[in-house]
């Protein structure tokens, strides 16, 4: 027991200093950091009691977003002595904790600087106005997952030309799109529908976002360790279609491409060759796959067609029986990967529920034992009959 308990401290001890290597202990360089990325961060002060139990919480909190995938560092400052920032952002008690979550771009210079080091953000540009608190609101929704910038007029290079002021755009694929609440809805589905580049590599936390959203998703799924000509292809097709047609086809697929077939396997419960074409639709655990090989743009196109109009048939899916498939295929391809990765740990956790059951019926079986012996004279030692009784349940549960 005590070297049970002994490893769980450890494991502890080890996953909180973990955690602590990412929340990033600030000093006055903080000034120049948070232009180039969103902060959260806490004031503390040396003395306050109350900060030091708060750090536990603050470690969880960053931990929690770099799992996620998100963009947001997490910081801490010592208020006694960065005191200029906490003029700056009017602190009055510890800890306290702010996050600015829609920065401003006063220069033409820094917009060409945010242009150049992001793939897809969005721009507020006007001075006061109720579209500004929209914007504001709804950054505030997407914030861990996007960047959102506002400016004036005069911090945008020629380049940029708007119709009316105040206005918001997206700026992604080397090029920028205007909202329309009249054409696009309301501002924080059109974020929702924006806030991918129209082709990217999609790794396992953005395709499952996808799952949540309108759109089909789809991909080339390829082997990025050994690239073969088909699989460069493959993702040169998908790129193609999502850039030249892009406008008769952005409101319904979002292109993109996928390193290994992990994440889809698991999707539609199947082994999927690599490298693949395939349509998703995430909502439902469909799937479409092209009749043949796709050899050129045109059948591509032709592929994406068929599902909008409905002649391609939608595999998988979540109807009842496939739900029962699919906890079946979590339960033993979450088995296989971690006793992959981890062996001795998987033994030890899967061993140790049984363990647990093999006790209770040992418990019941010896009781029952009592009257039994009465019974037949104790003509057989008690062990032994416990034994098999214990034996007969653990295969029974092998053979479940
Ligand atoms: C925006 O529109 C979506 C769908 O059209 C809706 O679900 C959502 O509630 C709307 N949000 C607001 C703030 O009106
Ligand atoms: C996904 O499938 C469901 C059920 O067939 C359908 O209602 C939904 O519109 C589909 N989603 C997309 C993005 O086509």
């Not at 969103?38 to 503390?44: C, K, M, R, S």
């Not at 899967?350 to 019941?364: C, D, E, H, N, R």
């Amino acid at each position: 027991m005590a070297t049970v308990r002994h490893f769980i401290f450890s494991v502890l001890v080890v996953s909180i200093t973990l955690a602590e290597g990412y929340v990033e202990e600030l000093d006055d360089r903080f000034k120049e950091m948070r232009k180039s990325e969103p902060w959260l961060v806490q004031f503390y002060a040396p003395w306050c009691e109350y900060c030091k139990t708060f750090d536990l919480i603050w470690y969880d909190v960053a931990s929690e977003l770099k799992s996620q995938g998100s963009h947001v560092s997490v910081g801490k400052m010592d208020s006694t002595v960065y005191t200029d920032a906490v003029t700056e952002f009017r602190i009055r008690g510890y800890p306290s904790i702010i996050f600015p979550f829609v920065r401003a771009l006063s220069s033409v210079r820094l917009f060409q600087n945010v242009l150049s080091r992001h793939q897809i953000f969005f721009l507020y540009v006007g001075g006061r106005s109720p579209l500004k608190g929209q914007f504001y609101k709804v950054a505030s929704e997407f914030i861990l997952y996007n960047y959102f910038f506002s400016a004036t007029v005069d911090a945008l290079p020629q380049a940029v030309t708007l119709q009316d002021v105040p206005s918001i755009a997206v700026f992604k694929d080397g090029s920028y799109d205007i909202y329309d609440e009249e054409r696009d809805g309301n501002l924080s589905s059109w974020v929702d529908r924006e806030r991918f580049p129209g082709y990217f590599l999609m790794d396992s936390f953005s395709l499952y976002q996808m799952g949540e959203r309108t759109k089909l998703v789809a991909v080339a799924v390829v082997d990025e360790k050994n690239p073969s000509a088909e699989s460069i292809r493959y993702k040169n097709l998908v790129e193609t279609v999502a850039m030249e047609y892009r406008d008769e086809y952005r409101t319904s697929f979002q292109f993109g491409y996928v390193d290994g077939n992990d994440y889809i396997n698991g999707v539609i419960m199947d082994k999927l060759p690599m490298p693949s074409l395939i349509v998703m639709n995430m909502s439902v655990d469909g799937y479409y796959l092209p009749g043949s090989t796709i050899e050129t743009i045109e059948a591509f196109v032709q592929f994406l067609d068929s599902i909008l109009t409905g002649r391609s048939e939608l595999l998988g899916g979540n109807g009842f029986l496939r739900q029962i498939k699919r906890l079946y295929y979590r339960a033993t391809s979450a088995v296989k990967t971690s006793f992959a990765s981890a062996p001795f740990g998987t033994c030890f956790l899967i061993s140790l529920p049984l363990v647990v059951i093999g006790f209770i019926v040992v418990g019941i079986c010896t009781a029952e034992r009592v009257d039994d012996e009465k019974a037949d004279d104790g003509a057989r030692p008690t062990v032994t009959r416990r034994k098999r009784a214990a034996l007969k349940h653990s295969e029974a549960k092998k053979k479940d």
